[in-house]
């Protein structure tokens, strides 16, 4: 015999917020049967807290469905956010010192929002089966290490000394910007299948150093002093802007390695010789070359008086 439902407990199931009393057989419980930390409002389980020093121990969001927490309070989440079971993520960390504690996000989709001042304090890790995006917008934000794994992954440091931990990617395409003072100070490394894009845009952005590993890379290194002491790319096509980055070296191990703006380098790997005599007495050569014509350029420019 066909169990049948009425019109308003079938809607209740499809919005993932039934009542529990409704049971169509199915293992995986509704949103209400799991959501205790919040309220279930439209198949989300949705936590807020909004209040000065709310929810002070670790958030934990229930494992297979999806999960929007809100913390928005100062010093709010105080013990971070474990959002790393969920189907997916919505995070916000939206206040001075929320969500100090570490912040783990993944299913399908996560997106985490770390707006206050010195928010995410202990770091992002984002292990999400499709879009994985991180934004750390203010100062000294996401000062832990952020690691960023998906399909998509975007990673946005736009705070005055956010991302200083250092920034990993690992996905199909993964999207690095570090465009302000300070920012990605602990690094860049980025591997995708498909395309990697690193920007360090800010002054001193970047400054340990970027890593990228990818059929087809893009690198800007574009803030003052950035990308210190090396810039290393391989695969398959690699292009790299260093204009303004003084001391910007490089070591290109791709296919094809292309070149633009006022740099003193050479992209002969002479950051680490070859252990050809032939190959380190050319690159010698190239990079005496490449340097006498950056100091002509700079000399060109800011004629002596």
Excluded at 42 to 51: D, I, L, M, R
Excluded at 176 to 202: I, M, P, Q
């Amino acid at each position: 015999m066909t169990r049948r439902l009425a019109p308003l407990a079938l809607l209740a199931l499809l919005a993932g917020c039934g009542e529990r009393k409704v049971d169509v057989g199915a293992a995986v419980p509704s949103v209400e049967d799991v959501c205790d930390a919040g309220t279930c409002e439209a198949g989300v389980c949705n936590v807020e807290c909004t209040k000065y020093q709310a929810c002070p121990t670790r958030v934990v969001c229930p494992a297979g469905v999806p999960c929007k927490v809100a913390c928005k309070g100062q010093q709010s989440c105080l013990g971070g956010v474990d959002c790393a079971k969920a189907s997916s993520c919505d995070i916000e960390c939206g206040d001075y010192l929320a969500c100090a504690g570490k912040v783990d996000c993944g299913g399908k989709d996560c997106d985490v929002r770390c707006k206050g001042q010195s928010s995410c304090g202990k770091g992002v890790d984002c292990n999400a089966a499709g879009r994985c995006a991180i934004d750390c917008a203010n100062y000294g934000t996401c000062a832990g290490k952020v690691a960023a794994r998906g399909e998509d992954v975007d990673v946005q440091c736009a705070g005055q000394s956010s991302c200083i931990g250092g920034v990993t990617c690992d996905g199909r395409r993964c999207a690095v910007a570090c465009t302000a003072f300070d920012s990605c100070s602990g690094g860049v490394a980025a591997a995708a299948k498909e395309t990697v894009s690193v920007r360090c845009t800010g002054q001193s952005s970047c400054v340990t150093g970027v890593r990228a590993s990818a059929p087809d890379s893009g690198i800007a290194c574009t803030g003052y002093d950035s990308c210190k002491p090396k810039v290393s790319c391989d695969g398959g096509i690699c292009a790299l802007e260093c204009s303004n980055a003084v001391g910007c070296l490089h070591c290109c191990q791709a296919v094809t390695c292309t070149e633009s703006g006022d740099t003193v380098v050479t992209w002969l790997s002479y950051g680490v010789p070859s252990k050809s005599t032939v190959l380190h007495y050319l690159g010698l050569r190239v990079f005496g070359f490449v340097l006498r014509g950056g100091i002509r350029k700079l000399e060109r420019r800011f004629p002596p008086r």
